[in-house]
């Protein structure tokens, strides 16, 4: 049950990292499928890792020297999560 919300708030921070077009969605879904499949093998860490990359180039933010975002995806998913879907949502505010 955790791990549906996990991907699901992965998903919706996908959603507004992405112009809405249609072949984004399909992006997002597929995205969403490799999530959940790289989440059985407890590897799901690696593709927030990627968007979470893009994250921080898209909006130029700095990643913290103390605890990289490759820690903070790997021992802390679901709070990285929380944490980008903030700031998104702070972002569609401005």
Known sequence: MIVIHVVM?????????????????????????????????????????????????????REDPSCGDCLTTLCCGPCALCQEARFLKQQGKS
């Open 9 to 61: 708030g992965f998903g919706v921070n996908l959603v507004y990292l992405v112009q809405m077009r249609i072949r984004s969605m399909v992006v997002i879904v597929f995205m969403c499928l490799a999530y959940t499949c790289l989440a059985e093998f407890g590897m799901c860490w690696l593709l927030h890792y990627m968007k979470r990359k893009s994250l921080r180039d898209k909006f130029n933010l």
